[in-house]
């Protein structure tokens, strides 16, 4: 298991993203060029995730579209279990997820090995290895420089919840300093953590911008069932705000954010905020339309769930981008948008 992988659960209190478990696998199978370790997934595997699921949607922020998912679920479970193939199984219950909860957050992943190796394989990896680990990645940092005519260009991979992924946002606005405006490119970004979310739009105004507003409800444990817990029906607001930063590298400079239909998650919240107070124009196309804050969570083994557990509301609008995307103040294809972006700044 790579660590980037182990990051995604032990930093993961919230997380607004779906990716995860699935880019890692891939990019382990790519790779290593090994043959997948899931023919070791048996039907009783499969069993313990759709019982666990059930249990762990006690969680769900929605819990008004619980009974209909759980009914769909006990309706469709002998389907589920025929599929003998893992990868056709986890679909086949992420399809039946969209359709009744319509939450693009709420996933069932596939683990690149076995939990209970994992943890008979040792302690998980210290912050200093996650940190050594991100670095490669360059902590989501794709790319940052001065295009001709002094316009600063970032592009984000991902937006990384590791606490030194700051660091990283700093560096790499420090290379564009003196630009006359920024292009923000979260085209091919799914989202990820707060650390680096925070931090960016901690340099995109002089002062630090209120982000948004996370409802909560509150969960207390469940006496009869160690998996699930009881929603009374309150919730809890937590204000997020963006970094105190010393010195912003534009607090004023014109900002343009290019998005797509992948643009997910943390990206939407970047896109939306900076729109939804007038900070950045968005070109592009609309966004993919999750906004509901998530935790990773264990179905046993070999599976997990990307589970809502929070809806976001910005205090510009009241509301959010959750399955309408972020409509872009440009309409653009996804790759004729820097090129949109750079004819606007002149």
Not at 58 to 79: D, K, Q
């Amino acid at each position: 298991m790579t660590l980037r992988h182990v990051m995604t659960a032990a930093l993961g209190a919230v997380v607004l993203s779906c990716q995860g478990p699935a880019a890692v696998l891939a990019q382990e199978a790519a790779a290593n060029g090994a043959a997948s370790p899931h023919a070791a997934i048996t039907g009783a595997h499969r069993a313990r995730a759709l019982d666990t699921l059930d249990r762990r949607l006690a969680h769900y922020v929605m819990h008004e579209r619980t009974p209909a998912i759980r009914a769909r679920l006990a309706a469709r479970r002998e389907a589920y279990l025929e599929l003998t193939d893992p990868e056709a199984f986890r679909q086949a219950i992420n399809a039946d997820l969209l359709a009744v909860s319509g939450d693009r957050h709420l996933q069932v992943w596939i683990e690149p090995r076995s939990r209970d190796d994992v943890i008979a394989g040792g302690p998980p990896p210290t912050m200093e290895q996650m940190s050594a680990q991100e670095a490669t990645n360059g902590f989501g940092v794709r790319e940052a420089r001065v295009l001709d005519g002094g316009v600063g260009y970032l592009d984000l991979a991902y937006f990384s919840g590791h606490p030194d992924a700051g660091a990283a946002i700093d560096a790499a606005l420090a290379k564009l300093a003196g630009s006359r405006a920024l292009i923000l490119d979260l085209r091919n970004n799914g989202g990820g953590g707060e650390a680096a979310l925070r931090r960016l739009m901690g340099h995109l105004a002089g002062e630090p911008m209120r982000l948004e507003d996370i409802q909560m409800r509150r969960c207390a444990p469940d006496p009869a069932d160690p998996e699930g817990c009881v929603q009374d029906g309150t919730r809890d607001v937590q204000e997020r705000y963006a970094d105190a930063v010393a010195a912003p590298a534009f607090p004023d400079q014109p900002v343009y954010v290019l998005t797509s239909g992948g643009s997910f998650s943390a990206a939407e919240a970047a896109a939306y905020g900076l729109q939804a107070t007038g900070r950045a124009t968005v070109v592009g196309e609309v966004t993919g339309g999750g906004a509901n804050p998530s935790i990773l969570m264990d179905l046993g083994p070999w599976f997990s769930v990307v589970m809502p557990i929070g809806e976001a509301r910005h205090p510009a609008t009241g509301a959010n981008w959750e399955g309408v995307g972020v409509r872009p103040d440009v309409a653009a294809p996804a790759d004729r948008a820097l090129e949109e972006a750079l004819r606007r700044i002149g």
